[in-house]
């Protein structure tokens, strides 16, 4: 009987379960804002949150809010936590940092 040896080739999930993230961060509290497949896509909604922040400074400094920092890192969507959901473009909802 002639048996096939067949090629199996590892197909990497890494590339698959690594996706793009958006944080917000106030003082030492770091949340994911939002997630994308592609960095380009996270770096364009970074950018209109960080425009947002700066259109409303004045009034979340009268609000006595904090000004949120936006930055992109790489996340596994293994790190995503179960109940996540995506922030506000301020940050916060409801007078509360989220």
């Known amino acids: 009987m002639h048996s096939r040896v067949r090629d199996l080739v590892?197909?990497?999930?890494?590339?698959?379960?690594?996706?793009?993230?958006?944080?917000a961060t106030v003082?030492?509290?770091?949340?994911?804002?939002?997630?994308?497949?592609?960095?380009a896509a996270a770096l364009a909604d970074r950018d209109w949150r960080s425009q947002q922040v700066s259109a409303y400074a004045d009034f979340l400094r009268r609000s006595r809010?904090?000004?949120?920092?936006y930055s992109v890192a790489p996340i596994r969507r293994s790190d995503l936590p179960r109940k996540w959901t995506p922030l506000p473009a301020l940050g916060?909802?409801?007078?509360?940092?989220?």
Do not use: C, K, M, N
């Not at 590892?10 to 944080?23: F, G, H, I, M």
């Not at 003082?27 to 960095?39: K, L, N, Q």
């Not at 916060?92 to 989220?98: D, K, N």
């Open 27 to 39: 003082g030492r509290t770091h949340r994911v804002a939002e997630i994308f497949r592609s960095r």
């Open 65 to 69: 809010q904090p000004l949120p920092f």
């Open 10 to 23: 590892s197909v990497s999930r890494s590339d698959e379960d690594t996706l793009w993230a958006v944080y």
């Open 92 to 98: 916060f909802l409801r007078g509360q940092f989220i």
